[in-house]
């Protein structure tokens, strides 16, 4: 027998067994459970072998092969390269790639995350002016930058990232830009110097549910990240964030985490299955059908979200020119 959850007149239904009855057996937790909580997950995935839905295609092609010889004669970071994105063959394919700056070597440690942690090098100065020339030569309508954290520097980086976004307009006026940036330690100068950059769209990821914080983003804040998103929407800009699922939420917390982007007038969510990068990352809790993802569009959308990208392989950047171009 599968399960199922209701909340607020949202159905899913999933078409794998639920691995047991919950530890704790509190009514209501177990009533709206959506997988065992992360401290009983044991060394394993609760999933157990991946669905069929979650195959996908190696990277190649003659598109991939360009792609790539102008990230690394550029010298040049991606996040698809970095963090292990299963998207990677398909969008490199197309032409698209996520770049990222300020190094490929993070001072935070996320459980779920497969860039590098560790004590990053000195700021590049010179890497805006060349990821500008590579959006110039790629002919890019639609770019996304992202980074590291890079909490070692007093404005976590907002000045690189400002002179970035500036070198892109430079180089390629009609490309749009979307930023995914992180939460400079919540300080609001580092936050205005991107916010004058004028990018198009402003991201931040929430990445999971309040009560996970701890487990998924110890030196991370939910408040503190909601705070980016509400301070960017009050400047007038775009914004988008992204949450993964299969990391032990609850159905009622999703909901509670989309309620709360309404009330902030967030304009885009992502939501995509969480897959851990290797044995040492969380283990992930279960495979969320693709039937779950479309209900889960729907209920954020009829909520007011004016977009709700969702699906198994959704992640931030997927198609993201179409999520910005239907705003």
């Not at 980016?228 to 800009?237: D, I, P, Q």
């Not at 290797?278 to 209920?299: G, I, N």
Request: aromatic share 4%; hydrophobic share 35%.
């Amino acid at each position: 027998m599968g399960w199922s959850a209701k909340v607020s007149g949202l159905v899913v239904e999933d078409v794998h067994p639920h691995p047991g009855p919950l530890p704790g057996g509190e009514g209501e937790r177990q009533k709206n459970a959506m997988a065992v909580p992360l401290e009983q997950s044991g060394g394993g995935d609760r999933g157990g072998r991946k669905p069929a839905w979650l195959k996908m295609k190696m990277p190649g092609g003659e598109e991939y092969a360009k792609l790539l010889g102008l990230v690394q004669g550029h010298r040049l970071h991606t996040v698809c390269q970095s963090a292990k994105c299963p998207n990677l063959g398909e969008c490199w394919r197309a032409g698209t790639a996520t770049l990222m700056i300020l190094g490929n070597v993070c001072t935070r440690a996320c459980r779920f995350c497969n860039v590098a942690t560790g004590r990053p090098g000195a700021i590049d100065r010179d890497e805006p002016r060349r990821v500008g020339d590579a959006v110039r030569i790629m002919n890019l309508k639609h770019v996304v930058v992202t980074s590291v954290n890079r909490d070692e520097l007093p404005d976590g980086g907002a000045g690189a990232w400002a002179e970035t976004i500036r070198q892109i307009r430079r180089q390629s006026p009609a490309t749009r830009i979307e930023v995914l940036i992180p939460d400079f330690c919540g300080d609001v100068e580092a936050l205005r110097t991107v916010l004058e950059a004028r990018p198009d769209v402003l991201g931040h990821n929430l990445e999971t549910v309040p009560r996970l914080y701890r487990t998924v983003r110890p030196q991370a804040r939910f408040e503190r990240s909601l705070e980016v998103l509400r301070r960017a929407k009050e400047r007038g800009f775009v914004t988008k964030t992204g949450l993964m699922l299969g990391v032990g939420e609850e159905a009622a917390e999703v909901e509670a985490v989309m309620d709360q982007l309404v009330g902030i007038s967030c304009d885009i969510l992502t939501l995509g299955q969480y897959l851990r990068p290797t044995p040492k990352h969380l283990a992930v809790q279960r495979w969320v059908h693709p039937d779950e993802f479309a209900a889960w569009k729907k209920r954020g959308e009829e909520k007011g979200l004016k977009h709700v990208e969702a699906g198994p392989m959704v992640r931030s950047s997927y198609h993201a020119e179409r999520q910005a171009g239907r705003l």
